[in-house]
């Protein structure tokens, strides 16, 4: 019966944004262009190169969408993380300590932001325009693949976010950083990985594991070899990655949540 | 109910000095023991950084002991803090749990689905929480559109949905008007009478503590200086009390053995005698006051528990000294 609730977090939360309906179209909207300002940009970048790291226009639109998708779905649940400090600050965190309930799950629902529906809207739309486009020997596999990446890549960013704002815990003003490590990757992702330089990409691609969001299952999709040198099934490996992820994540902000209550010091 | 020994709980502060960072142990909750059974209801008063509300998130949970044992309801709060949540309500004054934008009704709802209260229990509990509060006019407003007075009364409703044994008030009435201070104390009392509710409360209103608690604890510098009924604290560490008189003409103030006369104001109107109430009554005093003089208006004075407080805590730095 536990579990019925996170929902009815869910909807108490949209309701709520329901009552400022103006405020929340004007950041759908803004969103939706938040998304299409980095287009823009690869849509230039496009005029005046044909290829980018051996990749097609379509092709690095089709990295950009998935990135996109994921870091909207990501931002959705865990993007309210990054109020972590004034939670903390306000003791609103006490309040969530204080209920029969796990505390992450309860922040991640009970705060969930309406708004960046606008960004996976958009990013879906360019999806569907690169998947008509780029070559793709179409599959059942490669069709799962399509449809399990933006979740598996928004898990692999939830989990970005987690580690990052657990920061937040030590240093109360660590958004910064915070924000540095979740939005940077979401903007690194967006590119075919091997257009970075090779201490960059190590740190973005397999640290945070950013390169397993839209690089890696690209490749999987279009057929094509990693210019990198990393064998075809790595494509493949993404929900597995994004298990992980979690795992890890999960243990992270344990370890936080119990120094805040005084055990982990 | 709640059961503490030697309950410890040291925090490091960093103290930079320039670029170098130092780190200081401040002890905010220092070898505290006492115990509250079941439907007492007691005040834990303190002045401001006194560990009281150290104290209160070691009860509920959300703090971990440095040292020391806890037992609430008879389970180890920062161990079982999800099953011990259940079980108890707590109220912060100054921070809500209610949802911002929705309606007071919706929080309501959505507690309920948190703490897995039936429907009929659910229906029993609200219904007599919006009778003795009177939430009935701002059911369906936003929470944020709620006044002080109507928000706390929302807040305590929303720690009691699930009948917790123990409620936890921490500073419930800072802030409000008198009427509402008095609901609230009402309704506190008439919960803790009737339905055995155990309440802790923490509060800087003392009349809070007179209507409320037949028991006090009072805690500085995270030591708990003392613990027991309010009037005994109040007779032991002031004996004295004041009577106050004004007179119908100026004049000096009555001579009646046993009393001092400590201030005069008005031109001789008022007179502030003293007296110790363990050696005449009030009204054997005033008795022989009227005899002397001709008194138009006359009242007793309790020492106020911010005094009595106060002088706990003297006492204490006076005993350590002597250590």
């Known amino acids: ?265 | 109910m709640i059961e503490v020994r030697e309950l410890r709980r040291e925090f490091k502060v960093a103290t930079s000095k320039g670029l170098r960072r130092n780190y200081k142990t401040v002890t905010a909750v220092d070898d505290v023991t006492f115990d509250v059974r079941e439907g007492e209801a007691v005040g834990y008063v303190g002045p401001n950084g006194a560990g009281k509300s150290t104290t209160i998130k070691m009860l509920t949970g959300i703090l971990v002991p440095t040292s020391g044992h806890i037992r609430v309801g008879g389970v180890d709060p920062s161990k079982q803090r999800r099953d011990l949540a259940r079980r108890i309500g707590v109220v912060f004054g100054q921070r809500s749990q209610l949802w911002w934008d929705l309606p007071l009704k919706d929080s309501f709802d959505l507690l309920k689905s948190i703490y897995r209260v039936s429907a009929p229990d659910y229906r029993t509990r609200l219904d007599e929480c919006v009778e003795l509060l009177g939430l009935q006019e701002f059911l369906v407003t936003p929470v944020r559109q709620l006044s002080l007075g109507q928000r706390m009364r929302g807040e305590i409703t929303a720690a009691l949905l699930h009948a917790p044994e123990l409620l936890v008030l921490d500073e419930p009435t800072i802030g409000l008007d008198l009427e509402s201070k008095e609901r609230l104390r009402e309704f506190l009392q008439d919960i803790n009478t009737r339905r055995g509710t155990t309440l802790l409360l923490t509060t800087h209103d003392l009349d809070d503590i007179e209507r409320l608690c037949p028991r006090l604890m009072v805690i500085d510098h995270g030591k708990v200086l003392a613990d027991g009924p309010l009037d005994e604290l109040r007779a032991e560490v002031t004996p004295e009390r004041v009577l106050v008189i004004d007179l119908t003409e100026p004049g000096p103030a009555p001579d009646v053995p046993g009393v001092t006369a400590v201030r005069s104001e008005a031109g001789g109107l008022r007179h502030h005698l003293t007296f110790r109430r363990a050696e005449t009554t009030a009204a054997a005093l005033i008795t022989q006051v009227v005899r002397q003089v001709e008194v138009h208006d006359l009242a007793v004075v309790e020492p106020e528990i911010d005094d009595v407080i106060r002088k706990l805590y003297q006492r204490q730095v006076a005993q350590d000294a002597n250590r």
């Open chain 1, 1 to 265: 019966m536990a579990e019925f609730i996170y929902p009815k977090l869910i909807g108490a939360k949209i309701r709520s944004q329901l009552a400022y309906r103006a405020s929340f179209a004007v950041d759908f909207v803004s969103q939706v262009l938040a998304q299409c300002y980095e287009l823009i940009v690869i849509l230039v970048l496009f005029s005046q190169v044909d290829a980018l790291g051996g990749f097609s226009r379509d092709e690095v639109l089709l990295m950009y969408a998935f990135a996109g998708a994921a870091f909207g779905v990501a931002d959705l649940f865990a993007g309210q993380l990054d109020n972590l400090p004034t939670y903390i600050r306000t003791g609103s965190f006490d309040v969530l300590l204080m209920r029969p309930l796990r505390v992450l799950p309860q922040i991640m629902c009970s705060d969930i932001r309406l708004r960046r529906i606008g960004r996976i809207t958009s990013a879906v739309g360019v999806m569907i325009y690169a998947l008509t486009h780029v070559p793709i020997d179409w599959s059942p596999a490669k069709i799962l693949l399509t449809v399990l990446t933006p979740v598996a890549g928004a898990v692999i960013y939830s989990a970005v976010w987690v580690v990052a704002c657990s920061v937040c815990f030590w240093i109360v003003e660590g958004r910064e950083f915070a924000n540095a490590v979740t939005y940077g990757s979401n903007a690194f992702t967006s590119y075919p990985i091997n257009v970075y330089s090779r201490p960059l990409r190590w740190v973005m691609a397999y640290v945070v594991p950013g390169a397993f969001v839209a690089y890696y299952p690209s490749l999987a999709l279009l057929g094509k070899e990693d210019p990198l040198g990393l064998p075809g099934w790595v494509g493949w490996t993404s929900p597995l990655v994004a298990a992980l992820a979690a795992g890890v994540a999960g243990l992270v902000w344990r370890f936080a949540v119990r120094h805040y209550r005084g055990t982990g010091s």
